[in-house]
């Protein structure tokens, strides 16, 4: 797979060329593992940039283990807000419980035990062994492995379980024991930095002697991009259902996305409805007959491949409210807002 010659000049170029260009993070000098254990769980799907201020705020509010493993899950999802994809913030919750039981609230420094942890793969695992304690792990996200993949001429799918497995094999063989959090944070920040997806700058690149997708003219084609599905444009609506001042928002109990978070009673308009008809069958979801209706704004968002349109509607009750319980609360403009929220909700509260 690696030349000699690979082997030895890529880790020492990287680091090399680390010294001088590190990205500046809230953990560099003082890595503490629970600490990486956040900010590896918020970054698994989302850029750098936007995790910094949420991390911020979110060890602010759970400084330690225990902190967070006696929050409750309502709050935990309220500082996670906006970042999407929650599954991730139940199962650092959950980890944190079981962290507190099991290995008396310190993160194990150990690959093997933090994977067994709910929503710890090895990216996050190998972040924490080797940038905290200093272990000779992996750590790949998407732009070592794209580096990864142009350094060798992978022809594979980076995006599938098995050329992973390769690629972090072969990071195995390049990992230098002295340096393992700083070389694979190198190759993060090299990513993400010189060797992007779309241009990369091979010409100022301290890897380009190494590359054999440089080398071959190949760096635009490599790693290989598999057809993207279409996005498809669809319409959700919402009712805003008014009651002396108090509007009644609903919690998401169903499937894995958005489960646990608020938002106002909301259905995807079917073929051949009108927005009405589909506002009224989100208002029987809570044993409301609608009583006329205004437009009252419309937000736009992407969600997975979906182009979504999302209409609110607006209503006042006359008959009797439907009760408060579990999963329906009736709340002022203010409290809407201390709830956890879909950003798309958010950003729909912020035009009411
Ligand atoms: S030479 Fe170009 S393609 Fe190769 S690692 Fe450097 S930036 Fe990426």
């Known amino acids: 797979m690696w030349t000699p010659e690979q082997i030895e000049a890529i880790p020492q170029r990287l680091l090399e060329w680390y010294k001088g ?18 900010a590896a769980t918020m970054l698994q799907q989302t850029q750098v940039e936007t995790v910094l201020p949420y991390l ?5 509010r759970f400084p330690t283990i225990s902190d967070l493993a006696q929050a409750d899950e309502e709050e935990v999802l309220r500082y996670w807000a906006g970042l999407g994809y929650y599954t991730r913030a139940r199962n650092l919750h959950r980890a944190a419980q079981q962290i507190l039981r099991r290995h ?37 996200d998407s732009n070592s492995y794209r580096i990864l993949a142009r350094l060798l001429a992978f022809e594979g799918d980076i995006l599938l379980t098995s050329s992973r497995r390769l690629l972090g094999e072969a990071c195995r063989q390049i990992l230098p024991e002295h340096a393992p959090g700083e070389f694979n944070q190198a190759l993060m920040d090299l990513g993400a930095l010189v ?4 241009a990369p700058r091979c010409l100022i690149c301290p890897l380009a002697g190494e590359c054999r997708a440089f080398q071959q003219g190949r ?16 319409h959700d609506v919402c009712v805003v259902i008014e009651h002396r001042h108090r509007w009644l928002m609903v919690k998401r109990m169903d499937g894995q996305l958005w489960r ?9 308009v079917m073929e051949g409805e009108t927005l009405e008809q589909a506002a009224q069958r989100a208002a029987n ?42 999963a329906i609360r009736w709340v002022t403009a203010q409290e809407a807002k201390r709830l956890p929220l879909p950003s798309p909700m958010r950003r729909l509260l912020n035009k009411l």
């Open 56 to 60: 911020q705020r979110f060890l602010q």
């Open 195 to 198: 060797c992007t997806a779309r």
């Open 104 to 140: 008396n609230g310190s993160v194990p420094c150990r690959a093997d035990a933090l994977s067994r942890l709910p929503g710890v793969g090895e990216y996050t695992a190998g972040a924490v062994v080797s940038i905290a304690c200093g272990k000779p792990e992996p750590a790949l």
């Open 260 to 268: 646990g978070l608020w938002e106002f009673p909301r259905v995807r």
């Open 285 to 326: 979801m809570v044993g409301v007959q609608l009583d006329g209706w205004e437009p009252a704004a419309t937000v736009r968002h992407g969600l997975m491949h979906y182009s979504v349109t999302l209409h609110a509607l607006r209503t006042r009750l006359h008959e009797q409210p439907p009760p408060a319980g579990e």
């Open 21 to 38: 260009n590190a990205r500046p993070m809230p953990w560099h000098g003082n890595a503490d593992p629970y600490h990486l254990l956040v």
């Open 219 to 234: 760096q635009n084609e490599l790693p290989v991009r598999p057809p993207r599905r279409a996005t498809e444009k669809v």
